[in-house]
């Protein structure tokens, strides 16, 4: 499968049972089990970088690109907190569950400033770039050339979130509860750290903060680089 391949069913999914599925894991209904440790690990991650901006003490003055956006996780909480946030999803099902959430906890449309877009066409400079947990449905050579796009639009940092290789073993059938049956299948990538850290210093940035979240089903870690 080519790397386009995977974008199509990617969207696809996205715009179909992949919405059904991640709205309400991404939502506070009720769910399965498995949806729900899915869920409070993924709260995790978004918790650490919410926490890692807070202590900065200046997210009212940053600019950020939420690239694979989702139904707006992270977005809403760093728009509510002062920062202006450019928010993008290859999904407009979404997209529009996004607009929806801000609407209903926001007090204003403009921030956070939605679009559908894959992340390889955004264009524009950014503070900070943050990218959760949307490398999974890539291979390494295609990440490579995401996370690379993605330094190019980071003044002057980046954070990105992955499912790393080391857990191969251990979650290879887990992550067949992530999207299970061939109808409802995008693949599921593991990347390895080394891999990722190579790229992100190849664009000129240093690695400053990591994390690692794990649940039973939910495995991420997150990296943080400045230049
Ligand atoms: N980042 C969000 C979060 O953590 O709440 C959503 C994570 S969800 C597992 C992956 C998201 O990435 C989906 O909303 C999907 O539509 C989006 N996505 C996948 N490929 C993308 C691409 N090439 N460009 C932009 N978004 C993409």
Redesign the pocket.
């Known amino acids: 499968m080519n790397a386009a391949d995977d974008?199509t069913i990617?969207?696809e999914y996205?715009n179909s049972t992949?919405f059904d599925r991640?709205r309400r894991i991404?939502g506070d209904g009720e769910v399965n089990k498995v949806q729900l440790d899915i869920r409070t690990g993924?709260q995790q991650?978004?918790d650490t970088v919410i926490g890692w901006l807070k202590d900065d003490n200046n997210l009212s003055q940053l600019t950020i690109c939420?690239?694979?956006?989702?139904?707006g996780?992270?977005s809403i909480p760093l728009a509510t907190e002062g920062a202006k946030v450019y928010a993008?999803?290859?999904?407009a099902k979404?997209v529009s569950e996004a607009q929806d959430r801000a609407a209903l906890a926001l007090k204003n449309t403009v921030n956070p400033d939605f679009t559908v877009?894959?992340?390889?066409s955004l264009s524009g400079n950014y503070h900070t770039v943050i990218?959760?947990?949307?490398l999974?449905?890539?291979p390494q050579e295609k990440a490579d050339e995401?996370i690379s796009h993605l330094c190019s639009l980071a003044q002057s940092r980046i954070m990105i979130s992955f499912a790393p290789k080391t857990f191969f073993l251990s979650i290879l059938k887990k992550i067949g509860t992530f999207f299970p049956g061939p109808s409802k299948t995008t693949r599921a990538y593991l990347h390895r750290e080394a891999d990722v850290v190579k790229i992100l210093e190849k664009n000129g940035f240093k690695i400053q903060r990591k994390a690692m979240t794990r649940t039973r089903f939910y495995f991420s870690r997150l990296l943080e680089a400045t230049r």
């Open positions: 974008k990617v969207r996205f992949g991640w991404y993924h991650t978004v939420d690239a694979g956006c989702g139904v996780s992270l993008s999803d290859i999904s979404m877009q894959d992340l390889e990218c959760l947990d949307v999974i449905h890539y995401m």
